[in-house]
């Protein structure tokens, strides 16, 4: 875990390789493997490999332009309607699978879709519900960008962990 931790980075170039289906499904079991706020499984993923859909999505805002490239893109949505801490159970389902992906050799990125725009009109999440078919009372917290990594970044090192945000007994205390 540890090891998985520290060379967990985000991977946004990817080789053009697919990804095997028994693969997708490792990484599919380790998302639903997420806990979530009273077992209320509110999360719903939408597994995306067609190039043309990738490449819609990959249009959603800035700082999705990875995705046009990625073999798969999973996209983390979640019922409203379940569960009043949807984004919590969205986003630890979402940081499963990154971390999943890591420790298969995996590169993956996380976009962002909740709270961002894709005009001034219109959110990203509407632009993704709408390329998607997805309902209104579904919503799209991120995506998560998965490929075999054609970068490699350096992995996380103690010398940049950022201990000054630890207090001890109360807040703003170090000692
Ligand atoms: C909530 C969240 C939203 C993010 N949104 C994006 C995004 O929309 N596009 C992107 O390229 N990276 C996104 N990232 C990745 C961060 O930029 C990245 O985690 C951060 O720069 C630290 O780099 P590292 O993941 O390599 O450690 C997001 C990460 C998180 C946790």
Redesign the pocket.
């Known amino acids: 875990m540890l090891d998985n931790l520290y060379t967990r980075?985000?991977i946004?170039k990817y080789k053009s390789a697919k990804i095997d289906q028994s693969t997708v499904q490792v990484l599919l079991k380790a998302a639903l493997l997420s806990p979530s706020s009273r077992g209320r499984q509110p999360w719903e993923f939408i597994v995306v490999e067609d190039a043309g859909v990738l490449e819609q999505l990959s249009n959603a805002k800035m700082?999705?332009g990875?995705l046009k490239s990625a073999a798969l893109g999973i996209v983390i949505c979640t019922n409203s309607t379940i569960s009043d801490v949807w984004v919590e159970d969205a986003s630890i389902a979402a940081t499963i699978l990154h971390l999943t992906a890591n420790s298969l050799g995996l590169g993956s990125?996380?976009?962002?879709i909740r709270e961002r725009q894709y005009t001034e009109a219109m959110t990203a999440e509407q632009y993704v519900q709408e390329v998607l078919k997805i309902p209104v009372h579904i919503k799209v917290v991120a995506i998560i960008s998965i490929g075999y990594p054609d970068e490699s970044?350096l992995p996380?090192t103690d010398n940049t962990l950022r201990f000054d945000k630890i207090y001890r007994n109360k807040y703003g205390s170090i000692l």
């Open positions: 980075r985000s946004r700082g999705a990875h990125c996380w976009i962002q970044k996380h």
